[in-house]
């Protein structure tokens, strides 16, 4: 990919990024409820794999010592 098409990507996904704040505020306006329960959502599984390996290791510790 040349470096000139890979700039023109960055800057549309910057543009498309700029909309997000908008976008955000319409949900947010529409469905509060929704939105903190996927919030909380999504925060509960971008910490179950952190809490998965913590206790496979603290398992597997206690099974070698």
Not at 27 to 41: D, E, K
Not at 51 to 63: E, I, M, P, Q
């Amino acid at each position: 990919m040349s470096h000139l098409r890979l700039l023109s990507k960055f800057r549309n996904a910057l543009v498309q990024l700029s909309y997000l704040p908008r976008a955000f505020v319409l949900v947010w306006t529409a469905v509060r409820r929704w939105t903190v329960a996927w919030a909380v959502l999504l925060l509960a599984q971008g910490l179950l794999p952190v809490a998965t390996v913590y206790l496979k290791r603290t398992f597997g510790d206690s099974l070698w010592w």
